[in-house]
């Protein structure tokens, strides 16, 4: 059974500072993997997708990387700012290109 | 147009009640899923159906009935809820092929209170 760790489970840094967000999966025979921001009572918004074959994704100030053999990826958020501050969620698409599981998650918070 | 859109946003109803929650997306998508997301926990997998059959049941009770009428549309009908049931219900999307760009699309989800 996949089973997805993140950590750490709430952060807090000033505005501007660069940070990195970590996921861990238990099972490398992953499709994909997939990063995700939710603000308190939404849904989830998807910011990066980084294929199996992949080993890096960019998305503006967001990059996010894939070990798979290591069973690893992690979010960097360069300059940081208060619209950052959210849950971040990672989730890897496995067993089955229909099965995703979400990681615990890690509460951001940017403080001006 | 990548939105996926759930209604209502807020449902209140009595552990007696019947009522139903909507997905709805036009992206072409051939899987859609519901999840179960309880306050400060990740979401939960309940349903999968994939070209409007039903894939995945993760062992969900049957107080919880989806239906997939058609490939833009997917409902949840619910029936003698518990208050534990009470949770964020939340609807995505996926193209549906075996296949690494499958990425998921959500809806902002059906706040569900069962009193």
């Given amino acids: ?112 | 147009d990548t939105e996926v859109t759930q209604t209502p946003k807020h449902l209140v109803m009595g552990m007696t009640n019947k009522k139903s929650l909507k997905c709805e997306q036009h992206m072409g998508h051939r899987a859609m899923y519901w999840y179960k997301q309880k306050a400060k926990k990740p979401p939960e997998l309940m349903f999968v159906y994939s070209y409007e059959k039903l894939s995945i049941n993760e062992s969900v009770p049957s107080r919880f009935s989806p239906e997939c009428p058609n490939s833009s549309l997917l409902n949840l009908h619910l029936h003698a809820l518990q208050p534990e049931d009470s949770a964020l219900y939340l609807c995505a999307s996926s193209q549906g092929q075996a296949s690494s760009y499958n990425e998921q699309f959500f809806g902002p989800g059906t706040r569900l209170t069962v009193l």
């Fill in chain 1, 1 to 112: 059974k996949q089973e997805v760790t993140q950590i750490p489970a709430a952060l807090s840094v000033p505005e501007g500072e660069n940070l990195v967000l970590n996921c861990s999966f238990t099972d490398s025979a992953i499709y994909n993997l997939q990063w995700f921001r939710q603000d308190p009572g939404k849904g989830l918004t998807s910011l990066l997708l980084i294929q199996s074959s992949q080993r890096e994704q960019t998305s503006g100030r967001l990059n996010a990387s894939l070990d798979k053999s290591s069973g690893r990826s992690t979010l960097y958020i360069a300059a940081s700012q208060p619209g950052d501050s959210a849950t971040y969620l990672c989730a890897v698409l496995s067993g089955g290109y229909q099965k995703v599981t979400f990681g615990t998650g890690t509460k951001l918070q940017v403080i001006p």
